[in-house]
């Protein structure tokens, strides 16, 4: 995507998302996940991620560099970015906000709102600036964005 006046380009915008998720990085919250992959399972847990159009076109080009070019179907409610082969992240790197600071309670519990509200904030002006329409399921988003 060219950048066109108060738009950043594609680029721009996903190294802006990448600086959120090292500030969240450098947040002094304990968590420790023990990658049970407890949360990556949506129908389980009752939460799916959303994601702004910033995160989606992170996600979807991290999904694209494994050889993807579509999410596979998980009838089991399994997030679609589950490996059902070693039940790993095929993004981890560039996994969502939302999967970032949504921690089952054996790792520590999800993050409080408050304490990461300035980083949800970024995300929603890089999706506004990005022609998005708001956070969007993790389906949803990535699929619209491949």
């Not at 108060?6 to 947040?27: I, K, M, N």
């Not at 408050?114 to 022609?131: F, K, S």
């Amino acid at each position: 995507m060219p950048a066109r006046a108060g738009r950043p380009s594609a680029a721009a915008a996903l190294d802006e998302v990448r600086r959120v998720y090292r500030d969240l990085d450098a947040r002094p919250v304990e968590r420790h996940c023990e990658l049970r992959t407890q949360c990556c399972h949506f129908k389980l847990t009752g939460k799916t991620p959303h994601l702004t159009r910033g995160e989606a076109l992170l996600a979807a080009r991290a999904l694209k560099a494994t050889g993807r070019k579509s999410l596979p179907s998980r009838p089991n409610g399994a997030c679609p970015l589950l490996d059902p082969q070693n039940s790993r992240c095929l993004i981890y790197e560039d996994r969502p906000f939302g999967c970032r600071t949504h921690f089952c309670a054996a790792a520590g519990g999800p993050y409080a709102r408050r304490e990461v509200i300035d980083l949800i904030r970024r995300l929603e002006e890089i999706d506004e600036q990005l022609g998005g329409d708001g956070p969007r399921t993790l389906p949803a988003a990535i699929s619209s964005e491949l």
